[in-house]
């Protein structure tokens, strides 16, 4: 459960959370914990797989974003804007955190809070031109009217010509105090999401009535963050299943924020993976309520942890690039200067400040001083070292590791480089990997190696002629971009995107566009298996049937062109492939979350016999999606779990199911969550599949 945070009148904002983290991590990590010792690889050498048929988008243009605040006196001095540039961030979003629900673009005001001066709009907007960054901006939702976000849009576009696309409605509104917690500034007499989502209609309506072409963006929570699956009194729905069906046709994205924590570096180093979980239920949250095309911003991010030591950094560049590859179109961190708090110390030796911000502030508490005004801190390199990587059209591919003290994310470059970003969360060993290649050949003269390190003030690059083998200092983020080798490339291009146009529950086609750059002789369709590919179709068209699918299920697909020389060509953008469940069994299951708290929830399951003859004596069978759901409380029946495996049986009085759906048998249980928890999807009665509503 994330905690709320107040709304400060000092010009920062100060963050607090408690969370569940990765176990594995945590306790890989705990092990060691003093200063960095020497850089001694370890003599198991970590298996690191990139898969560069296994497609996962493109880089967009807003993709490495950044906050800025007009409570910021530096926000637009030359030094930081050279900085912010040297960085590559291509999007800043404005007017900072909660101070958006009591900005008023007009004089430059926030009744109640801290306005810096040289932080107006125009201001702002100098840094993101200078800079080559597109603003996000922040309509005042909570103090102001869709009037005066109106004017905002004509003051930018039709006067300045700005040509600002990106607008939130409101920051943080479910913090609001409708669930009891109150850091976020609602004027609105109902603060119910219900009343947040029609209002969203109101502004969207009066925005785009001066400007069509602008992008109204809609506040959601994310799955297993408070107060994801919270009901006030007298509610049937949380947040997210209020306002998604309201803003469906009237919002263009979504924006949600994660501030994950963890109590120690250790089990924050291991959060990121819980995010693609969790970013995964949002995306099937938009599916069922109608909001499917909707795309999702992540425009708040910061660890709690360690925030301006290497830590910090290594969880931000995971963070970053695991968001974006699942379709994420910005990440957008917190934020640009923050200012200190409580002084403590990090796993490496390094004073760490509390401070949010990627730059020092300069200022003091108590003896303890930060570093001097503008000096970067190792979030500001993590940011820097996402475009060693990978820059705005270069394609996201697979990558993954047998350790869970290496991170490893990777790129193929339009050019036709790929880069490697490999991150060790180890404070006191070098890790040895050994790098394997699918769908790519590697030139195998030279590398270029870029590593920013503990306690470094600067990334250092190199030149290495070992493209199969890299050794990976403590506490480092390291990208490794190798040519390809020549003849093994193929001239066709990636096929386009790939879309369903039909499913069952148990199989499924997908349709897609043909390849440019030469003659085709198949397309190939392959699911995406953790770094693996697994061929399941080939097709001389552009469309693809595939069958003996697991009902119930999420696929990810890829589409791939192989040419006259047998050479595939660049996967193309994955496309998800939902399955059902049968739609005349001879049973039902209902299932339906009745109470959160983010990291917990209460469910009930419905069962019907739509079968000729009564059942008696029963046993209900599913599996969770996600490993971190578990189940510790239940009632009306008797619930076991194995793994992620639960078998629900009756009690002596709920033991029998009529025939023809003469009766259902209802029960309960409590279930635990560290991160996402996607309801169970396949559920059989007596070993026989059901329809699942």
């Known amino acids: ?208 009535a001066v400007d069509p072409t602008v ?8 799955p297993g963050n408070w107060p994801d699956g919270v009901m006030a009194s007298g509610e049937s729905a949380d947040w997210n299943h209020t306002v998604i069906p309201l803003i469906a046709g009237k919002a263009d994205f979504v924006i949600v924020h994660w501030y994950p924590g963890g109590s120690n570096a250790a089990q924050m180093l291991g959060e ?3 995010l693609t979980g969790e970013l995964a239920q949002l995306r099937d949250q938009l599916d069922a309520g109608g909001a499917a095309d909707l795309p999702i911003a992540l425009t708040e991010v910061n660890s709690n942890v360690d925030e301006d030591t290497q830590p910090d950094a290594l969880f931000g560049a995971d963070a970053y690039v695991t968001a974006l590859q699942s379709g994420v179109f910005t990440v957008d961190w917190w934020d640009t200067h923050n200012g200190p708090g409580a002084i403590s110390t990090a796993p490496d030796g390094a004073t760490d400040y509390d401070d949010y911000g990627i730059l020092s502030s300069g200022t003091c508490v108590g003896s303890v001083c930060e ?27 697979g990558a993954g590791t047998s350790s869970p003290l290496v991170s490893a994310h990777a790129v193929h470059r339009a050019d036709g480089d790929l880069s490697v970003m490999l991150i060790n969360k180890d404070p006191d060993h070098a890790q ?35 493209v199969a083998a890299q050794t990976l200092p403590p506490y480092s983020i390291t990208t490794v971009t190798l040519h390809p080798q020549a003849g093994t490339s193929s001239a066709l291009s990636a096929p386009g995107a790939p879309h369903v146009t039909a499913a069952g529950d148990t199989d499924a086609t997908i349709a897609w566009t043909p390849s440019s750059g030469g003659t085709a002789t198949r397309y190939e369709v392959y699911r995406q298996n953790g770094t693996t590919s697994e061929l399941l179709a080939d097709s001389t068209g552009t469309s693809a049937t595939v069958h003996n699918l697991t009902p119930g299920s999420t696929f990810t697909w890829n589409v791939l062109a192989r040419d006259a020389n047998g050479r595939l060509s660049r996967p193309s953008v994955p496309v998800t492939v939902r399955t059902g469940t049968p739609q005349h069994s001879t049973c039902r299951v209902s299932f339906k979350v009745t109470a959160g708290w983010g990291n917990g929830y209460n469910a009930d399951v419905a069962i019907t016999n739509t079968g000729p003859a009564p059942i008696t004596g029963w046993t209900l069978a599913f599996t969770f999606p996600a490993a971190g759901e578990t189940v510790s409380g239940y009632w009306n029946s008797t619930v076991t779990q194995q793994g992620r495996t639960v078998v629900a049986t009756p009690v ?27 309801p169970p999807t396949v559920f059989t009665l007596n070993g026989t599949v059901c329809t699942t509503t």
């Open 371 to 397: 570093p001097p005004l503008n000096t970067p801190f190792p979030t500001y390199f993590a940011i820097s070292m996402l475009s060693h990587l990978g820059r705005p059209g270069d394609q996201l591919v």
């Open 1 to 208: 459960m994330r905690l709320p945070r107040s709304l400060s009148a000092a010009p920062w904002r100060l963050r607090a959370a408690a969370a569940l983290s990765t176990a594995v991590l945590g306790a890989a990590l705990l092990t060691g914990g003093g200063p960095a010792a020497a850089d001694t690889a370890d003599p198991a050498p970590v298996d690191v797989t990139v898969n560069a048929a296994e497609g996962q988008g493109t880089i967009p243009d807003t993709a490495y974003g950044l906050n800025s605040a007009v409570w910021d006196s530096q926000m637009n001095v030359p030094e930081v804007q050279d900085l912010l540039q040297g960085a590559n961030v291509g999007m800043l979003r404005y007017p900072g955190g909660s101070y958006g629900d009591i900005y008023h673009w007009q004089d430059n005001t926030a009744p109640g809070g801290y306005v810096a001066p040289g932080t107006d709009f125009d201001a702002f907007m100098g840094t993101a031109q200078k800079i080559g960054a597109q603003p996000i901006l922040i309509a005042n939702y909570g103090s102001g009217t869709p009037e005066e976000a109106a004017g905002w849009v004509r003051y930018a576009n039709v006067t300045k010509h700005y040509g600002a696309k990106y607008w939130e409605i409101g920051n943080e509104l479910y913090g609001n105090g409708h669930y009891g917690s109150g850091w976020e500034h609602d004027d609105h007499a109902d603060t119910s999401p219900t009343a947040y989502a029609t209002n969203l209609a109101g502004f969207a309506s009066a925005m785009k």
């Open 215 to 222: 992008k109204i963006g809609a506040v959601l929570t994310l």
């Open 652 to 678: 002596d009085w709920n033991s029998t199911l009529a025939a023809d759906g003469g009766n259902s048998v209802d029960f309960g249980f409590t279930g635990a969550n560290t991160g996402a928890y996607p």
């Open 432 to 466: 040895q990997v050994a790098l394997h290649y699918a769908g790519f050949t590697p030139d195998p003269s030279s590398a270029r190696v870029d590593t920013f390190r503990d306690l470094a003030s600067s990334i250092d690059s190199a030149t290495s002629d070992d």
């Open 272 to 274: 990121p993976s819980q």
